[in-house]
């Protein structure tokens, strides 16, 4: 779905640069997930304290809601610096070595993805987050032997959409796992209403109130959202009122309930092909022409969230307030 207005994944350079230009740096800035927030304020506060490295740290969460911004508070906080690196970027062990091995005392590692690493990566992970120690491989064949080697103290802050696909001794070896939820609409008018602010976009209250209503609970769409409706009203005269940003959203096929297209195609597919369901991931997914990785991850936790779907063991099941959304009635039980 790239291209998408309401993708929560980031889509271009530009928007990158816009999204570093809006991140807060400090945990007091950090708009909602309160108790996400004291949960670190408190671990990084005793490591500070004892004047040791905060634990490891996992933030689970769907695209948009905070991750890196929270990798970045988290070094910033506890000035340190920040090394970035990712899962598909870490295919082999030696990979993993290259990076751990040139830690500076103290430092953060963020592995963004951290679900997509490979396998023997992992292994030696273990082992780094547990003893700051790796063994590698000399040599080859019935010649090969390993040698120990101490790292530096580090914090390692893994980042991934989906936590249920992380090994549980890697779980396991997490001080610390943040679960972020999707925000309420008063949290995300909070986040656009700061991002105004840092933007210098002259934007009404109800304006504000409107982007964060259609914002899929996503910080990362208010904030697209918030500046497409500055180019609309840049384009069409006046500054971001609530018109305007009526008129903006509804060029870009953004609903009342901040359902996009995609959104609305796996209802339609869900009541119009099957009834309403149980259907299963894979069938769901052939159907909408979609990556199965992407309908779970990414849509159906809102339309979950939202009350739309549930999940059943048979499958997905539309709600009878999708069939409404849709503007159908929902069969009776006697049609079931
Ligand atoms: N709690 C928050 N308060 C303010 N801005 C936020 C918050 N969470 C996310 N953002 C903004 O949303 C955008 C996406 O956040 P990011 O940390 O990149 O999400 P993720 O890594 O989970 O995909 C960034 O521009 C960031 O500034
Ligand atoms: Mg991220």
């Given at each position: 779905?790239?291209?998408?207005?309401?993708?929560?994944a980031a889509?271009?350079?530009q928007?990158?640069?816009?999204e570093?230009?809006?991140?807060?740096?400090r945990?007091?800035e950090?708009i909602?997930?309160?108790k996400?927030?004291?949960?670190?304020?408190?671990?990084?506060?005793?490591a500070?304290?004892?004047?040791?490295?905060p634990d490891h740290?996992?933030?689970?969460?769907?695209?948009?809601l905070?991750?890196t911004t929270?990798a970045?508070?988290?070094a910033?906080?506890?000035?340190?610096?920040?090394?970035m690196?990712?899962g598909?970027?870490i295919?082999h062990a030696g990979?993993?070595?290259?990076v751990l091995?040139?830690?500076?005392?103290?430092?953060v590692?963020?592995?963004?993805?951290?679900?997509?690493m490979?396998?023997?990566?992992?292994?030696?992970?273990?082992?780094?987050?547990?003893?700051?120690?790796?063994?590698?491989?000399v040599?080859?064949g019935?010649?090969?032997?390993?040698?120990p080697l101490?790292?530096?103290p580090?914090t390692l802050?893994g980042?991934?959409?989906?936590s249920g696909?992380?090994p549980?001794?890697l779980?396991?070896?997490?001080g610390?796992?943040?679960?972020l939820?999707?925000?309420?609409?008063?949290e995300l008018?909070?986040?656009?209403?700061?991002?105004?602010?840092?933007l210098?976009?002259?934007?009404?209250e109800?304006?504000?109130s409107?982007i964060?209503?259609?914002?899929?609970?996503?910080?990362?769409?208010?904030n697209?959202?918030?500046?497409?409706?500055r180019d609309?009203?840049?384009?069409?005269g006046?500054?971001?009122?609530l018109?305007?940003?009526?008129?903006a959203?509804?060029?870009?096929d953004?609903?009342?309930?901040?359902l996009?297209?995609?959104d609305?195609?796996?209802?339609?597919?869900?009541?119009?092909?099957?009834?309403?369901?149980?259907v299963?991931?894979g069938?769901?997914?052939v159907s909408?022409?979609?990556e199965?990785?992407?309908?779970?991850?990414?849509v159906e936790?809102f339309?979950v969230?939202?009350?739309?779907?549930v999940?059943?063991p048979?499958?997905?099941?539309a709600?009878?307030?999708?069939?409404?959304?849709?503007?159908?009635d929902?069969?009776?039980?006697?049609?079931?």
């Amino acid at each position: 779905m790239s291209g998408d207005i309401v993708d929560p994944a980031a889509q271009s350079d530009q928007e990158l640069q816009f999204e570093g230009a809006l991140r807060p740096s400090r945990l007091e800035e950090f708009i909602g997930q309160e108790k996400v927030r004291s949960q670190l304020t408190l671990l990084l506060s005793a490591a500070s304290l004892e004047n040791r490295t905060p634990d490891h740290i996992l933030l689970a969460g769907p695209p948009g809601l905070g991750k890196t911004t929270l990798a970045m508070i988290v070094a910033e906080e506890s000035r340190s610096p920040l090394r970035m690196s990712s899962g598909p970027a870490i295919q082999h062990a030696g990979d993993l070595a290259a990076v751990l091995s040139a830690l500076t005392p103290g430092e953060v590692l963020f592995i963004d993805e951290i679900h997509r690493m490979a396998r023997p990566a992992e292994e030696m992970l273990y082992l780094a987050m547990e003893d700051f120690r790796i063994d590698i491989m000399v040599g080859k064949g019935p010649g090969a032997t390993t040698v120990p080697l101490e790292l530096a103290p580090f914090t390692l802050v893994g980042a991934t959409t989906r936590s249920g696909l992380l090994p549980n001794p890697l779980r396991d070896r997490f001080g610390f796992t943040a679960n972020l939820e999707f925000y309420s609409p008063d949290e995300l008018q909070a986040v656009v209403r700061r991002s105004s602010r840092v933007l210098n976009i002259d934007a009404d209250e109800q304006a504000l109130s409107e982007i964060a209503k259609r914002s899929r609970g996503t910080p990362r769409i208010a904030n697209r959202l918030l500046r497409r409706v500055r180019d609309y009203s840049l384009v069409h005269g006046g500054h971001a009122t609530l018109s305007n940003a009526q008129a903006a959203l509804e060029l870009y096929d953004v609903d009342d309930w901040g359902l996009d297209r995609l959104d609305r195609q796996v209802l339609e597919i869900l009541i119009g092909r099957f009834g309403g369901g149980p259907v299963g991931l894979g069938t769901l997914s052939v159907s909408v022409g979609e990556e199965a990785e992407t309908i779970e991850s990414v849509v159906e936790p809102f339309l979950v969230r939202q009350g739309f779907i549930v999940r059943s063991p048979r499958g997905r099941m539309a709600t009878p307030m999708a069939w409404a959304h849709l503007g159908r009635d929902a069969p009776g039980l006697n049609d079931l």
